[in-house]
Each structure stands twice: as structure tokens, then as C-alpha cells.
């Protein structure tokens, strides 16, 4: 692929804190080779902010490899960016042409307040997790392989719910805020595996509550979290955890 | 929602099976119309329905207004649809269109007859009302763009209802979908071509 450079108009949300009301910025950066990430672009203006002078932006990121899930970034109206199954980090700048206008923003939705910048709180996601997304198993020593018997199909599928990191891209891109497909994802690898199957019925019940408790909105169908999703996560697991959700409720258990 | 959703589509089942019955056979039409006009076990199955689509309503505008709270500061720049489709993010509005649109609908044949058979014990010729109610064009019109929104309506909801009750498996879902589009304009097509029958003089 060709390279090139550009200069680019940003347009980037810049907030001090959870109380300010925060607003647009606009930033000129120059010579952005066509091989950056977009968080390398990003670091690339935060460099010319200090040497401004200026207070840098606040950004979340760790791996930079997309596996992390850190990278939170709602770019152009899109969470992660244009690229399909792509995290903002892996979002390159081959994207985008000399003399565009990209407007950054942070994810929004009430359950992710904003902290500074571009960075949102997502804890709300781990006390969902602390709820119920875990099996509770004396670990010892790793099992012998194969020794317990999964269906391949069984595992491929629980194995593609797990891959999701997290990132919240799911609430950003949802007109309800919803975080039904990570909620989703995070009961469906569980249940499909012969370990989740204990704590099966009350893991979907505390979850949903506790989802609920932290202000994410209902799920209507909508599908743009599959869309946005940078690991492909897909919306069967919203369909198996309505039918886990449904079955926990009728099967009488006590919590 | 997906319950009711689900028990409305029925409804639309045997609404759009005896209104088709005009194209075929008038007589039939009326004896349809007759029978579920008066027969006991259809004026409890109205009951149940009015309290469907009560349901429908109240849950739908609750679910509304709760996710719109979700999101207190807005984005600049919305995906808009690059992500999802329209109708599917425009339930709430869709559902608007319909209800004003059956609020017509109702004071037009439903409100007429029962009141006659209240005052009079007498049915009115359904028939006879239909070819009146669509002599007129804005009537007409009305009707096209309530079944239009209809349509949009069920376009999402059938297959939404599915999801939500957790049945749209891998398997079945193509299937769902299929003829969740299939009926999506099917039925509304079916209801569309009734007052543009009646209007040019078709029955």
C-alpha cells in the first residue's frame, strides 16, 4: 500500500473532570504518515499540546495490539472508527485522506460518566463481571486436556462469545445504552461450558440485575452493537441470554 | 413487548384473513364479520386484545422514554445508519404513527357498529360502511400511510419479538426473519389494497 502523509483538522471533546461541562477543541496536525495508528496520530498532537504549553488529552489505552479493550474512542460517529471488527488502536490512518475533519468523542452514556477527556469510567462493567461472570472452582493443578467433553461446536461458540475485551463499544454505539451484548457475551461463553453449568441459572439473574442497577438501557433489537463491535461479537448471544434469562426465571431456584 | 408484539401479529393473521375474504366473496365477508361481532368467545378474545394493545402501548412508551434518560449528553456526530436501520431505532415513533392511525380506524367501523348494537341490538352492514368510509381520498390516503408504518413497524417487531423471547436461533433465525419480511408486506399490502378497492370501485 502507498504511503503518504497528511494534515488533518481534529475535532476532539476536552472536559477537566466529571463536573465540567466540557466542549469541542479543534487542533491542526501536519505530516501524519499514512502507517500511524489513529493513538499514534493522537500522541503525535499530544506532543505538540506540551510543547504548546498546553495540557494534553486524556486518552484510555494499553496493549495497542486490539486486545485489551482500552481504547475507548467515538470517532467521525462511529465507536473504534470506520473500520469493521477494528479497535481505535488498530485503526490506521491509511483511513482517512489529506485535509479531513475527524471529530473525537468519548463513549456516552449515563452508566460511563466521564472522567477526563476521552476517558470514560467503564467500571461498571466490572461490577457486572463481580456479579456472577465467573465460575467459583477450587483451581489446583490444570486438567489434563480433553478431560472434559465439549462439543467442538459448543466450544467454537463460547470461545467467540469470550473474545470480547470489554471495551464498551456495544453501550456507545446502542441509541439505548444498552450493554446487553457484553452482558450477553460474558454469560454465553459460560454457559456453554460443562464449568459454568453450576452457577448457571443464578449467574444470569445477578448479572441482569446488577446491569440494571448501574443505569444501561433495554435492549430493542437494534443490532449497531454487532456492527461497532471491534471483535465481531454477534448478537445470538443477546438471543441465548434472553433464553437463559427466561429459563432462570421459571426454574425456581433460590438465588 | 415480544409477548404482546407476538399476540398482535395473531390478531393481524385473522383481521387480514376475513378483510381478504371482500376480494373473494362478500357473503363470506359478512358472515365473518357477523360472527365475530356477536359470538360470545370473540367478544372476550376483543377483550383480551384491547388489553394487548394497551400493553403494547404502555411498555412502549416506558421503554421509550426510560433509554432516551440513558444517554444524557448527546453525541455530535450520530452513526446514524451506518450501523442499524432506521425503522429499527424509530419503534417508538412508528408505534406513534399507528396508534393515531387506529384511533381513526376504530371510529371509523369498530365505534359505529358496537354502538349500534348497543342502542339498536342491530350489526350495520360492514360493508356497505367501508364502501362510505372510502369514497373519500384523504381516507384513503391516511389508511396507505397507516399500513405504511404498519409495515416498517412489523419489518423490526417480528423478528425483534423472537429475539426477545430468546427463540431466533442460529437455526431459526433466517427462517424468522424470512417470514418475518414476507409478512411485513404481505399484510400491510393486503390492508393497503382494501380502501384502494373500495375508492376505485374495484368491489
Known amino acids: ?255 | 413487548m415480544g409477548i404482546t408484539g407476538v399476540s398482535l401479529i395473531a390478531f393481524l393473521c385473522v383481521h387480514c384473513y376475513v378483510n381478504s375474504l371482500v376480494f373473494i366473496n362478500v357473503e363470506s365477508f359478512n358472515d365473518a364479520a357477523h360472527f365475530l361481532g356477536t359470538n360470545l368467545l370473540m367478544h372476550i378474545a376483543e377483550v383480551g386484545l384491547f388489553a394487548g394493545i394497551i400493553l403494547h402501548i404502555v411498555q412502549g412508551l416506558m421503554l421509550t422514554f426510560q433509554n432516551q434518560k440513558m444517554r444524557p449528553v448527546g453525541y455530535e456526530i450520530n452513526p446514524g445508519n451506518k450501523s442499524s436501520k432506521w425503522y429499527s431505532r424509530s419503534m417508538g415513533l412508528l408505534g406513534t404513527l399507528i396508534l393515531l392511525f387506529l384511533v381513526l380506524h376504530l371510529w371509523h367501523f369498530w365505534g359505529p357498529n358496537r354502538y349500534n348494537q348497543i342502542t339498536t341490538g342491530e350489526e350495520i352492514s360492514l360493508y356497505d360502511k367501508m364502501q362510505a368510509t372510502f369514497s373519500e381520498l384523504w381516507v384513503v390516503i391516511v389508511y396507505i400511510l397507516g399500513c405504511i408504518a404498519l409495515a416498517y413497524h412489523l419489518l423490526h417487531g417480528f423478528w425483534s419479538a423472537f429475539q426477545t423471547l430468546g427463540l431466533s436461533t442460529s437455526k431459526y433465525r433466517p427462517i424468522i426473519r424470512g417470514i418475518g419480511y414476507a409478512f411485513s408486506i404481505i399484510v400491510p399490502f393486503i390492508f393497503i389494497m382494501m380502501p384502494i378497492a373500495f375508492y376505485m370501485h374495484w368491489v
Open chain 1, 1 to 255: 500500500m502507498e504511503h503518504y502523509n497528511m494534515n488533518l483538522t481534529l475535532k476532539v471533546w476536552r472536559q477537566k473532570n466529571a463536573q465540567d461541562k466540557g466542549g469541542f477543541e479543534t487542533y491542526q496536525v501536519k505530516d501524519i504518515s499514512s502507517e500511524m495508528s489513529f493513538l499514534e496520530m493522537f500522541d503525535v498532537l499530544n506532543e505538540q499540546l506540551i510543547n504548546e504549553g498546553k495540557e494534553p488529552i486524556t486518552f484510555d489505552h494499553d496493549c495497542r495490539e486490539g486486545i485489551c479493550g482500552a481504547c475507548s474512542m467515538h470517532i467521525n460517529g462511529q465507536a473504534h472508527g470506520p473500520w469493521a471488527q477494528t479497535t481505535t488502536c488498530q485503526l490506521h490512518m491509511r483511513a482517512y485522506k489529506d485535509g479531513d475533519t475527524i471529530v473525537v468523542e468519548p463513549w456516552r452514556a449515563k452508566a460511563f460518566p466521564v472522567i477526563k477527556d476521552l476517558m470514560v469510567d467503564r467500571r461498571a462493567f466490572d461490577r457486572i463481571i463481580q456479579a456472577g461472570g465467573y465460575i467459583s472452582v477450587d483451581t489446583g493443578n490444570a486438567q489434563d486436556a480433553n478431560n472434559l467433553p465439549i462439543n467442538k461446536d459448543k466450544a467454537d461458540e463460547s470461545f467467540a462469545a469470550a473474545a470480547c475485551i470489554g471495551c464498551g463499544a456495544c453501550v456507545a454505539s446502542c441509541k439505548n445504552s444498552s450493554a446487553m451484548l457484553f452482558l450477553s457475551a460474558k454469560v454465553a461463553h459460560l454457559a456453554l461450558l460443562p464449568q459454568g453449568e453450576p452457577e448457571r441459572m443464578s449467574r444470569v439473574t445477578n448479572m441482569v440485575d446488577q446491569m440494571d442497577k448501574e443505569g444501561f438501557g433495554s435492549c430493542t433489537n437494534t443490532e449497531a452493537c454487532e456492527a461497532e463491535c471491534p471483535k465481531g461479537i454477534s448478537v445470538q448471544n443477546i438471543r441465548r441470554l434472553n433464553s437463559e434469562y427466561i429459563r432462570s426465571v421459571f426454574s425456581g431456584d433460590d438465588k
